[in-house]
């Protein structure tokens, strides 16, 4: 059984940085493909950013320059380093993986930007 916890949500001020992390646990985390999404009210689900395997990244435009993922392949975790962040960043974020051809999805995590 394949579960995806996420943590680090909360309210922030715009400008300022938050630290997704996501805890895997039920597989070998090592060869899979990790990703975070995010959904804002009103908003279809986006992808924010992947990391495969092997380290190689991809990022939204909207992100890209703010946003940082990365892994611990021993921690079995995969993190979303968040800065100068806007009050459009304002979503649930949710950690995905794909393992073998199928879709894991944590429960969210809700970050809010607001002054």
């Known amino acids: 059984q394949v579960q995806l916890v996420e943590s680090g949500g909360g309210l922030v001020q715009p400008g300022g940085s938050l630290r997704l992390s996501c805890a895997a646990s039920?597989?070998?985390?090592?060869?899979?493909?990790m990703s975070w999404h995010r959904q804002a009210p009103g908003k279809q689900r986006e992808l924010v950013a992947y990391?495969?395997?092997?380290?190689?990244?991809n990022y939204a435009d909207s992100v890209k320059g703010r946003f940082t993922i990365s892994r611990d392949n021993a921690k079995k975790e995969v993190y979303l380093q968040m800065n100068s962040l806007k009050p459009e960043d304002t979503a649930v974020y949710y950690c995905?993986?794909?393992?073998?051809?199928?879709?894991?999805w944590g429960q969210g995590t809700q970050v809010t930007v607001s002054s």
């Open positions: 990391i495969t395997h092997i380290g190689s990244t």
């Open positions: 995905a993986a794909v393992i073998n051809g199928r879709e894991y």
């Open positions: 039920g597989t070998t985390f090592t060869r899979n493909v």
